[in-house]
Every structure is written in structure tokens, then in C-alpha cells.
């Protein structure tokens, strides 16, 4: 895991990644603090780039990726906008140089081996419930099996398709008979008994949707955030990104933010966003932790429930009958005080917590905007150090700052050599 995040106002942008890099091998893990996560895209051009998530490309290393971008990138002109910037990028992701049979068959084997892991796990829970204490027949195992991947097809199905993507993708893939190969050698690791044609067939069919469907297992974040030419003030993009299905990359949009000259119309004059491991981020600017907060909202409606039924119970046993259509009407008129009372505490969260620390941002410097950024990482990595937690954040923290009038300048990086001993590199 990773923490990054982009803090945004008219002066600029500033961005700040951590360095820790989580290797698994066997079951095990180890975490390394030595990954480059923030990149200058072009160098000269005011754009920066930072990844998350997969730290590879069809078996591509990120940093190897951006750097033959930069070679291949000829165009004299700026691009107008930042969107276009990112549109290039993502578009020379399909070149294929980047493409092989054995990129493929290993995407493929470790999408459909994330996507079937949630499904094995919830076939185990349902024979031990079945069958407590006694020896499973392999016939039970395979049918509760392959009626979990029927539920997942119809699940699917009902997604929509990426954009890019249609129904004659799935039928090509399908055509694909290095699939089956995959799928089958999948469900023998995954099952250690012998399995129907109805299951491969199934599952392949299965495969296939998630690859056009909007779903991401196994992807990588990329945060483009700069200027284009004719941009006065930065933008923002977040892609999700995961391979190449039928020649074209899987990708999607799933975060664009834009800064404006004056606040109106609730258009922004500064952005906060964390990206990857946030919770930490969201604590300071909302003054409690969203896993608590989640906690607290959601039995909030079963600590109603419980108290109409302890209400129940102590009324009648004191003779005084409550009815049925009481306790409801009581719950009802409980749950409808809970939103008031809810809906007051997130207004006075935005008043007194959000809109604060939006105002300050949108005034600060650029170097300020650079001490906040690393200021906000460090603190999601310092949580690491105090609790249990896997230390999934730490490291140098890389930060930069983009601005119209200086462009992409490096506020802190680390190097992995001495530079006094390298003179060449610049």
C-alpha cells in the first residue's frame, strides 16, 4: 500500500508520495522503503504523474514505463490542456512493445485468481455450516462451487461495460483458447479435485466479463495533476489502469478536479486529496476517524431496534400492553430524530472542521502547500509506527510542486546513489 495526495489551489499544486513497496512471495511479506511513486512526466513540461496499487504494468516496472514515454515524446508544442497530457500517456500504454503472451497469460492468471479467492472462501464457510464435523462429498463441493460462479455471472452482468468495451470484446476473448488454459490451471491450484466442463466453461465465461466489465482487482491509480498550455489554474486526474484486453487498455476515469478564479457556485478554489491509504487525512480535515465514524452510523438504526424491543419487553411486564404498530411507529419516528440528528452533526462538521481548513489552503503559498503535503503522509505513516498496523507507509517522502510560473520543481526526492559521484545525471 501507499499514501499520496495532491493539495490544490490558483498558486498550484503540490504532490507527496511515501516510498514503501509491500513484496509478497509465498504468503509472506516484506516491506521496502526504496519505490518511486512521483515522477515528472515530461521533463520541461509542468505535469507530474503519481502511481499507487500495482506497482507494475504487464510486468512492466512504472518508472521504465514513464521513461520511454519520455523518449518516444517528440510534440513541439504543449498540449492545451492536462487532458490531453494524460490522454497521450494512457494511449501509448497499448503500444506493443509492452505486450506479450506471457504479460497475458500472467494479468489474466492473477485477475481471475483474485476474483475467484472471495468465491472459494465462501464456498468453504457454506459446507462447514452444511457439514460440521463430517467428511465433505466432492460432488457438494463442486456444486455449491459452481452455483457461487453462476451468482457472480449474473452480478456481473448487470455491470456496465468500460467505455471502451462491448459485448463482441467478451466474444473475442472467448475465441481465445490460451483462456481455458488459464482458467483451467487456475481452478486446479484453487481445487484439488476433478471439475466439470460446466465449471471451466463458466468460469471462463466468468473471466471474460470481468475484463470488459466495470470491475478493477488488480489495477494501478495514476494521478495526473498539472497544467495544460492554455490552463491558468492545475487540474487534477485520477485513472484506475489494469492491462490490455484485445489490444486496448482497461482503464477508466474515476476522479477529475479543476480549480476556479473566484468560490461560486460551489465550483472549488482548492482541493485536498489523498489517494490509496486515507484514513489518516480524512481524521484531521473531519475530526474523526472514517472507520469509526462508519461504525457509529451503521448501528445506530440496530441500537434503535434494540431499545424499542427493551421497551417492549419492560411495558408489558408491567401489564401496560405496547402493540406491535406502537414499537414500529416508535422505531420510525426514532430513525427519522437519528438523520436530523446525523444530518445537524455533518453540517457542523463542514462549518467547523472543512470549510476552515478549505479557506486556509486556498491562500496558501506554494511552499506551504509542499509542507502540508508531506506534512499529511508523514502523519499516515506515523500511525503505522505507533500501532500493529503493517508499516505499509513510510519512507522518504518525494515531493514536488507544480505551479504556471516555475513548473514541475522537486522539493525533496530521494536518489539511491551519491550525485556528486554521477556529474552526468541531470
Known amino acids: 500500500m501507499t499514501a499520496e495526495i495532491g493539495i490544490l489551489n490558483r498558486q498550484g499544486v503540490a504532490l507527496a508520495a511515501d516510498s514503501a513497496v509491500t513484496l509478497g512471495l509465498n ?42 514515454y519520455r523518449k518516444s515524446f517528440n510534440r513541439k508544442k504543449p498540449f492545451d490542456t492536462l487532458l490531453e497530457y494524460a ?24 485477475s481471475l485468481n483474485s476474483l475467484l ?68 490451471a487456475c481452478l486446479k491450484d484453487k481445487i484439488q479435485i476433478d471439475f466439470s466442463d ?20 488488480s489495477y494501478t491509480g495514476v494521478v495526473v495533476a498539472g497544467y495544460g498550455d492554455n490552463d491558468l489554474f492545475p487540474t487534477l486526474y485520477e485513472f484506475y489502469v489494469e492491462g490490455i484486453i484485445n489490444s486496448k ?23 485536498i486529496l489523498p489517494f490509496a491509504q486515507q484514513e489518516m487525512v480524512h481524521s484531521v480535515l473531519t475530526g474523526i476517524d472514517p472507520d469509526l465514524e462508519y461504525l457509529i452510523v451503521n448501528n445506530l438504526e440496530s441500537f434503535i431496534n434494540s431499545i ?52 486556509m489552503v486556498s491562500s496558501l503559498p506554494k511552499e ?22 503493517a508499516e505499509t507507509v513510510g519512507g522518504p517522502i518525494d515531493v514536488a510542486v507544480i505551479s504556471k510560473s516555475e513548473g514541475f520543481i522537486w522539493i525533496k526526492r530521494k536518489l539511491y546513489f551519491d550525485k556528486n559521484l554521477n556529474n552526468h545525471y541531470s
Not at 518511486?36 to 521533463?43: C, D, S, V
Not at 520541461?44 to 512504472?62: D, K, R, S, T
Not at 494511449?91 to 489474466?108: E, V
Open 308 to 359: 424499542c424491543t427493551i421497551a417492549q419487553q419492560t411495558f408489558n411486564c408491567s401489564n401496560c400492553k405496547i402493540s406491535e404498530q406502537q414499537i414500529k411507529t416508535l422505531q420510525e419516528k426514532s430513525l427519522e430524530e437519528i438523520k436530523k440528528m446525523l444530518s445537524f452533526i455533518n453540517l457542523q462538521r463542514q462549518n467547523c472542521f472543512v470549510s476552515p481548513v478549505y479557506d
Open 249 to 271: 487498455l482497461k482503464y477508466k476515469l474515476v476522479k477529475e478536479s479543476k480549480i476556479y478564479s473566484e468560490d461560486l457556485s460551489g465550483k472549488p478554489t482548492s482541493e
Open 117 to 184: 479467492n472471495p468465491i472459494i472462501t465462501k464456498t468453504k464457510n457454506i459446507l462447514c455450516e452444511k457439514y460440521p464435523n463430517i467428511e465433505i462429498p466432492p460432488d457438494k463441493v463442486l456444486e455449491i462451487f459452481l452455483d457461487l460462479i453462476k451468482q457472480e455471472i449474473c452480478h456481473f452482468e448487470k455491470l456496465d461495460f468500460i467505455s471502451t468495451f462491448n459485448q463482441d470484446d467478451i466474444d473475442i476473448i472467448l475465441t481465445n483458447p490460451n483462456l481455458k488454459q488459464i482458467v483451467e
Open 368 to 389: 506551504e502547500l509542499a509542507n502540508m503535503a508531506e506534512t499529511l503522509v508523514n502523519l499516515t505513516s506515523f500511525k503505522r509506527k505507533i500501532t500493529m498496523d
Open 198 to 217: 460446466e465449471i471451466i466453461n463458466k468460469t471462463t465465461y466468468l473471466c471474460a466479463l470481468s475484463q470488459c466489465k466495470d470491475y478493477f482487482n
Open 27 to 68: 504468503g509472506k511479506q516484506k516491506v521496502l522503503n526504496s519505490a518511486n511513486k512521483l515522477f515528472n512526466l515530461i521533463k520541461g513540461h509542468p505535469v507530474g504523474l503519481m502511481v499507487y496499487g500495482n506497482g507494475n504494468f504487464l510486468g512492466i516496472p512504472w518508472e521504465v514505463i514513464i521513461h520511454e
Open 87 to 110: 490522454n497521450d500517456f494512457l494511449n501509448k500504454l497499448s503500444d506493443k512493445k509492452y505486450q506479450s503472451m506471457d504479460s497475458y497469460i500472467g494479468n489474466t492468471y492473477r
